[in-house]
């Protein structure tokens, strides 16, 4: 919904000028502990990794799987906070320019208050938000929530649709967002899976004819073949549980940044061979 520079957009804009498809690595903010998750951040971006998705971790995760769930238990009982991650993403911002949305449920945001969140996580160097139990419907009668003050804050508002969502009510909610559009591959929670949902690559290009933003598949993408596949129709990649199920497996070594690095290394190169 807005024109005015970010790096999100840049990002896109040069992967498409390349005719290169995007990789997106998600991982719980806080997991295992903060500092060790800005340094898996910061491995995954040296990786190739052109976007970070960043938990906030929250006690009642609606919309994750079990994996997930565990991430957000981990780094709640190391202390990980809201502010917290937000010092996560300066530290992020220290060191590397690549760009950082925020994946979040709304309570921590309504408990700092929703003004104060994205005027310090832009000035933390975030460059979107997504809710995931926010509607668009209801945003509209926030005053505080509307899209109109993540567009002001400098933020990207990142909509989700998913496999069931009419093309109607896509058209809409893509209208009121930016960046990206988030392509729930699957109907459920977040999770690996065997097998690449069947219909995306139809799920995706019926989304070609609803909105103008890059579309990113994610939900159950977790091997290179299965990204690979959904690369072929989507202009971006989520991998999500795959990468954070490593950080709960290697959490107690010292070389745990690298060990995550190198799983995703292969997820990452077998996007970044697709031709647009």
């Keep these: 919904m807005s024109t005015d520079p970010n790096r999100l957009d840049a990002t896109f804009a040069r992967l498409r000028a390349a005719g290169k498809k995007g990789f997106i690595a998600y991982l719980g903010g806080g997991d295992p502990d903060l500092p060790r998750s800005a340094e898996v951040a910061l491995a995954l971006a040296e990786a190739g990794a052109d976007v970070l998705e960043i938990g906030v971790p929250f006690s009642d995760p609606l919309a994750d799987g079990v994996v997930n769930q565990l991430s957000a238990s981990r780094a709640l009982a190391a202390g990980a906070t809201l502010p917290g991650v937000l010092g996560m993403v300066r530290a992020i911002r220290a060191k590397s320019e690549v760009p950082v949305v925020l994946?979040?449920?709304?309570?921590?945001v309504y408990a700092m208050g929703a003004a104060r969140f994205f005027t310090e996580a832009s000035a933390a160097g975030a460059d979107g938000v997504l809710f995931l139990d926010l509607p668009p419907d209801e945003a509209k009668?926030?005053?505080?929530?509307?899209?109109?003050?993540?567009?002001?804050a400098g933020l990207r508002l990142i909509r989700l649709v998913a496999p069931t969502t009419p093309p109607d009510r896509?058209?809409?909610?893509?209208?009121?967002?930016?960046g990206f559009l988030y392509v729930v591959a699957r109907e459920g929670v977040t999770g690996e899976q065997a097998e690449l949902a069947a219909g995306l690559g139809d799920q995706l290009n019926a989304l070609r004819a609803a909105t103008d933003l890059p579309l990113a598949a994610g939900f159950g993408i977790s091997t290179p073949a299965q990204a690979r596949a959904a690369a072929e129709h989507a202009d971006a990649v989520v991998?999500?549980?795959?990468?954070?199920?490593?950080v709960g497996?290697?959490?107690g070594q010292p070389d745990l940044a690298r060990r995550v690095a190198?799983?995703?290394?292969?997820?990452?190169?077998?996007?970044?061979?697709?031709?647009?």
Excluded: C, W
């Design 141 to 152: 009668f926030h005053e505080e929530l509307h899209p109109a003050a993540v567009q002001a």
């Design 239 to 246: 991998v999500g549980s795959a990468i954070v199920r490593r």
């Design 170 to 178: 896509a058209r809409e909610i893509a209208a009121s967002g930016g």
């Design 249 to 251: 497996e290697h959490a």
């Design 103 to 108: 994946f979040t449920y709304l309570n921590p």
């Design 262 to 276: 190198d799983f995703a290394r292969p997820l990452i190169e077998a996007v970044k061979g697709m031709a647009e």
